[in-house]
């Protein structure tokens, strides 16, 4: 039987049963896939000579040495997860196993692992054995039209029609730009102020929003918004406090029906576009 590198015509001798699920299955992917790795990197205008300088966390997860340049490295199972947690000016690379960022800044860099995966499958060399996640939960996130089904489903139908004219709207402007979340329990669909390159604002299915101020992913939080930005925004919602009397990192719109609901939206886009 012919093999190569560990491969035989059959099938490989090493690698995944499944595709990743989770980010620290994307990192164990890209460490099995280094040797190939360069040539997609060089894709990428970034080089080909790859090496791992140190993990570091934060504010990206590690430093990497690629022909010599060092790079903030971010790795996520789907691109656009990185948008609510992390601030792209602190990153120069996201290794993800998908992605799915719509519209995404244009220096952004993105190596999709997936598709490293089929190129080198087409070579004769597959890493994954079977593709599809070894979980039947969902992996994927939502599509647009999924989570406006979500929402119809979800409240009355004027309550609908208030909410998704307001999407329709907001999706309209300069610098606003939309996308789904995972959405496990509740399909969400995020605010992109395009400007921040953060995600701040977050509609759920369920009707209800809220407002993040904070990257509650990193130790300790860091700010997501600018604090001049988060003050106007906390002040112009009532004020929504924790126990100890200090801003809340986040929190829930509170509004007596949709309509109100639905003004606060728009105060909150409009504020936060003045950045």
């Known amino acids: 039987m012919s093999e190569r590198k560990g491969f035989s015509v059959e099938g490989p001798n090493f690698g995944f049963l499944y595709e990743p699920s989770k980010e620290d299955e994307v990192v164990m992917l890209f460490g099995l896939l280094m040797p190939h790795i360069g040539e997609f990197l060089e894709e990428l205008g970034l080089g080909s000579r790859v090496f791992i300088d140190e993990w570091i966390e934060s504010p990206t997860d590690c430093i990497m ?16 997860n990185f948008i609510r947690r992390h601030d792209l000016k602190e990153c120069d690379l996201i290794v993800c196993w998908m992605d799915n960022w719509k519209n995404p800044p244009g220096n952004v860099r993105i ?8 190129r080198l499958a087409e070579r004769g060399l597959r890493f994954i054995i079977k593709g599809e996640p070894k979980h039947p939960e969902r992996g994927t996130p939502y599509t647009l039209e999924e989570f406006k089904e979500a929402l119809r489903s979800r409240v009355g139908e004027r309550d609908f029609k208030m909410l998704w004219s307001f999407v329709d709207e907001v999706s309209k402007l300069d610098g606003i730009g939309l996308q789904t979340g995972m959405g496990k329990k509740v399909p969400t669909l995020g605010i992109i102020i395009k400007k921040l390159e953060v995600c701040p604002l977050v509609l759920e299915a369920t009707g209800r929003a809220y407002v993040v101020y904070y990257n509650v992913n990193t130790k300790p939080p860091k700010p997501l918004i600018p604090e001049n930005l988060a003050k106007r925004i906390w002040r112009m919602l009532g004020e929504p406090k924790t ?4 801003m809340k990192e986040w929190h829930y719109l509170e ?6 609901l639905v003004e606060k939206l728009k105060e909150v886009v409009r504020v936060l576009l003045e950045a």
């Not at 190596?111 to 089929?118: A, N, P, Q, S, Y």
């Not at 126990?243 to 200090?246: E, H």
Request: charged residues 45%; hydrophobic residues 30%.
């Open 65 to 80: 040495e690629v022909d010599g340049r060092k790079l903030r490295v971010e790795f996520e199972l789907y691109s656009s």
């Open 111 to 118: 190596l999709e692992l997936k598709r490293v995966c089929e």
């Open 243 to 246: 126990k100890t009397g200090k």
């Open 255 to 260: 509004a007596s029906d949709t309509a109100e």
